[in-house]
């Protein structure tokens, strides 16, 4: 006997809209100062308690928002209202061995002044 696989479109179906609905539900929202870090290549950012020791050198919290390409990640920095201390912020991220630049993200930046 034969049975039917009707079900098989309709799983496949609802894998890709919990796949897609993932990817537009990450972390894009930022309520501080995004900045853009290129690693040295190799680092791992998902390793954990990465990003705790990025955020106690950085001296303020960095939330890791996603990867953007080859080394580059795009991180938000909880300034806490002191946006005048960013300029020491990526001064003491430029200073780790592990990271070849850090920089403001002007691109979402000058999105959000329009």
């Not at 009707?6 to 990450?26: G, S, V």
């Not at 390793?47 to 991180?75: E, I, Q």
Request: net charge negative.
């Amino acid at each position: 006997m034969m049975t039917s696989n009707w079900h098989i479109p309709l799983l496949l179906i609802a894998l890709l809209l919990n796949a897609c609905t993932a990817t537009a539900t990450q972390n894009t929202v930022c309520n501080g100062q995004r900045v853009t870090i290129h690693f040295v290549p190799g680092i791992n950012v998902e390793h954990p308690g990465f990003n705790a020791g990025l955020s106690r050198d950085a001296g303020v919290p960095l939330d890791h928002m996603r990867p953007l390409f080859d080394d580059y990640h795009l991180y938000c920095a909880r300034l806490g209202g002191q946006a005048s201390m960013l300029d020491e912020v990526l001064e003491r991220l430029q200073g780790r061995p592990d990271i070849r630049t850090v920089e403001i993200d002007r691109i979402n930046s000058l999105q959000g002044k329009e």
